[in-house]
Every structure is written in C-alpha cells, then in structure tokens.
C-alpha cells in the first residue's frame, strides 16, 4: 500500500492596493464577481456558500477563519481549502494564496493539481489586481508549487 501525498499550490501578487480593499474584493460577493466568482461569500466563521465555476457549477464552500483585512480561509469543494493572507507592501498589498489538498495519488486531482497553479498564477491573481489597481496585471505575478506530506 503507497502512502499518500498531498499538494499545496502556492503562489502571490502584488496588488497596488490596500490590504483593506483587497479584503473587499475577497469577501463581498459583488466584488468578487468582477474578478473571479459569482458567489453567496460572507466573512463569517461557519458561513457556508457557493462559488459558480464556469464549466464545473455551483462549488460549495464554507468559511473557516477569519482575521480581516489579513487572513480569509474556506473550504472550497470537498477536498480543498484556500487560504488567502494579505501583506502590506509599499504603498499596496501582497497577496498571498495557498490552495491545499490535492491527493497525487488520485489521478483527477494530479490533473487538477497541474492545471491549477497556473491557472492561479497567471489568469486569476493577475485578474485581482487588474480589478483592484491600474496596470498591475501580470507585471508581478510569482507561483511555486509545493508538495507537503
């Protein structure tokens, strides 16, 4: 029997706005429409939401910690959490996301797994802080992918 082995994405960006903007653009549903996700999100611990994933439907979440405007973590599906942390950086933000889960045991997620840092990396974030500052975009966009065990 192999043992199991466990992936974390992670990548960040900088965004030239406040922690305090950002944090909007994380949590108010209207805001992170404009970026990434049509979604009932709440910062609240406990509060349980969905995220509409063009191509995949309707993704249940549920929030499991929240420290405005520096750290915002749910579940996201069965299997993931993200974890967003929010840094001040000069005169903006940098955005931390690590999305942790991933069984490289399961072929389905290994796909995932390669296909999503890069998706986060360079269309995602990118389009965060397109929305949250002029110009920003993929001028400062850095990934690395991480296996924990």
């Given amino acids: 029997m192999t043992g199991r082995s466990f992936a974390t994405i ?22 992170l429409r404009e970026w990434w ?17 063009p191509g995949y439907g309707k993704q249940p ?8 405007p520096h750290r915002f973590v749910y579940t996201f599906t069965a299997a993931w959490t993200l974890t967003w942390r929010l840094e001040p950086e000069g005169k903006g933000t940098r955005v931390f996301l690590e999305h942790s889960g991933f ?10 797994f390669d296909r999503m840092g890069p998706g986060w990396r360079d269309v995602v974030l990118p389009r965060l802080a397109r929305t949250a500052g002029p110009d920003q975009g993929e001028r400062d966009a850095r990934s690395r992918h991480h296996q924990a065990r």
């Fill in 10 to 31: 992670r990548v960040d960006q900088f965004v030239a706005a406040p922690p305090a903007k950002v944090w909007r653009l994380l949590t108010e549903p209207a805001l």
């Fill in 37 to 53: 996700a049509e979604g009932d999100v709440a910062a609240v611990v406990g509060h349980q939401f969905t995220l509409d994933m």
């Fill in 61 to 68: 979440c549920k929030v499991l910690e929240v420290d405005p």
């Fill in 103 to 112: 069984d490289l045991n399961d072929t389905r997620m290994a796909a995932a």
